[in-house]
């Protein structure tokens, strides 16, 4: 587990010791972070489990092992150099990546296989099917707009989230990006044809909601995913990382997509 001490790193070494089968191999932090030495079970919250957060991957990234990461975007060519060359599949959770580890993956791709994906929770990507081929057989028919709820909290908007599902909206029915509409305010006259609309809303502690309305001259649909806690991404990690991990996996770049439709 790369990324060990933080928020998703504790949620993952939980998960991994409470999924059958799956076990805590090794946990990896920054040099200088005040928990190396603490038991990395006990700073999850679960007790005991007699791996110490240490500061060196190397040392724990063994054959046979899985890397998951949930940690800086700076780590990766160096953690995906290693896994390759260690022939480890991975598991890359990271977001916020540029073009250097965006070639690592692609690079670590060649030896092994890797799943990277910036929202691993099983809901949400399957969502992300749903939408496109709602887009694709409602057709142009139906103008497509995408509402976002989250906590009062939240720095950034609309989330990373909803431009993802907008992106997809626009690939399904072969529309430009540029349509994707961020907000609306004045005198904007009528809604063009191939726009997106995408609206966030900001209150109290609600985690992430979006709507994803395909609005008809008769009919209306709506898909809404509703997320509960961060859970949700360490349990589609856990599902990446045994996916990823199977016999006869072949090495290549795969996506949540391809974890739970193959
Ligand atoms: P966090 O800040 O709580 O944890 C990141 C951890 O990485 C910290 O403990 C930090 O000490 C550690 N770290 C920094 N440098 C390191 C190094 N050189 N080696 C090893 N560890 C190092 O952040 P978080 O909320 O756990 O999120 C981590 C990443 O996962 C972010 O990029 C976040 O956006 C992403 N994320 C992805 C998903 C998903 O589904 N893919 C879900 C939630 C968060």
Redesign the pocket.
Known sequence: M??????????CVRAAVQSAGMSVAGA????G?PRVGEDSGELAGIGFIGVPIV?D?GEVLTPGRVLVD??????LPA?LRLAAERRCPAVI????LKAPERAAIESAGEAVPVVA?????VGVNVVFNLIARAARSLGPGFDMEIVELHHRRKKDAPSGTAERMAEILAEARGLSHDGIVRAREGLIGPRGDGEIGVAALRGGEVVGEHTVLFIGSTERVEIIHRAGN?DS?AE??MRAARWVSAPGRRPGVYSMQDVLET
């Open positions: 790369l990324g060990a001490a933080g928020r998703m790193g504790r949620l990896v932090t920054r040099e972070d500061t991957l949930f940690s800086v975007p700076a780590v953690a959770g990271t977001t916020g994906a910036p929202n691993m929770a961060r991404f589609g990690a």
